[in-house]
């Protein structure tokens, strides 16, 4: 019974805020612009010195890996998967919500996040 209580309290929750993508990035048809480059050689990739980083405004690591290879679903259907994972740990200013319209303020962040 105690454990019903403790966990049915509202938890006060932090807001974190949204990292600011890098300006520019790859045009990507039919899907239009991405905030993002993808470091790498051969057709598609943005050779060697590209930016790995996909948000402004980071100090810490980043650690990046592209796979590629074949699932099948249920059916049997084959599809191709390519994955671009980046994982990121340090410190960025990022943006929050503040009021409505899209407006945003600054607010600083600490931990470790994945994009993929």
């Known amino acids: 019974m105690q454990c019903v209580l403790v966990c ?7 807001v974190q805020p949204v990292p600011v993508p890098v300006p520019g990035g790859d045009l990507i048809s039919p899907y239009g ?19 790995p980083n996909g948000i402004t405004n980071f100090n810490g690591r980043l650690a990046m890996g592209y796979t ?18 980046r994982v990121y740990q340090g ?5 929050v919500a503040n009021g409505g319209a899209g407006r945003t ?8 996040f994945v994009e993929i």
């Open 91 to 95: 410190d960025y200013v990022g943006g």
């Open 105 to 112: 303020k600054s607010a600083r962040a600490h931990g470790t």
């Open 68 to 85: 590629l290879g074949t699932a099948t679903d249920n059916a049997g259907t084959s599809y191709k998967v390519i994955t671009d994972i």
């Open 8 to 14: 049915s309290l509202p938890l006060r929750g932090q």
């Open 33 to 51: 612009l991405f905030n993002q480059f993808f470091p790498g050689v051969g057709v598609g990739f943005d050779g060697r010195n590209a930016e």
